[in-house]
C-alpha cells in the first residue's frame, strides 16, 4: 500500500503560481511514475503531467510551457510548479503513483483560479 498527500492548492488570480506538493509513503518501490491529474466539476478526471523515477516526463497540451513536474526520489515527493495560471486550470488536483498495475491516489487538493 502507498499512502499519498496532496497540499499546496488555494485561490490566486489570474496569471498567478502555485506550487503543489504530494509526499508518498508506504510500500514504495524505487522504479515507479508519480504525476497529477485533476478532475474540474462536471468532467473526467485527466492527465496534467507525469515523471517517472528515471525521468520521463508526460505533460498535457494544456499545460506545456506552463507547469513543471519534479520530484525528490529521496524524499518520494513529487511536485508541480504551475505558472501563467488560467481560470480553466480551476480543478481539483489529485496526485497519483503507479507502479506496474498498482495505482494509488491522494484525497486531492482544491485549485481555484478567480479574480
Known amino acids: 500500500q502507498v499512502q499519498l498527500v496532496e497540499s499546496g492548492g488555494g485561490l490566486v488570480q489570474p496569471g498567478g503560481s502555485l506550487r503543489l506538493s504530494c509526499v508518498a509513503s508506504?510500500?514504495?518501490?524505487?522504479?515507479?511514475?508519480m504525476g497529477w491529474y485533476r478532475q474540474a466539476p462536471g468532467k473526467q478526471r485527466e492527465l496534467v503531467a507525469t515523471?517517472?523515477?528515471?525521468?520521463?516526463?508526460n505533460y498535457a497540451d494544456s499545460v506545456k510551457g506552463r507547469f513543471t513536474i519534479s520530484r525528490d526520489n529521496a524524499k518520494n515527493t513529487v511536485y508541480l510548479q504551475m505558472n501563467n495560471l488560467k481560470p480553466d486550470d480551476t480543478a481539483v488536483y489529485y496526485c497519483n503513483y503507479q507502479r506496474l498495475t498498482y495505482n494509488s491516489w491522494g484525497q486531492g487538493t482544491q485549485v481555484t483560479v478567480s479574480s
Open positions: 508506504g510500500n514504495i518501490f524505487s522504479i515507479n511514475t
Open positions: 515523471l517517472s523515477s528515471v525521468g520521463n516526463t
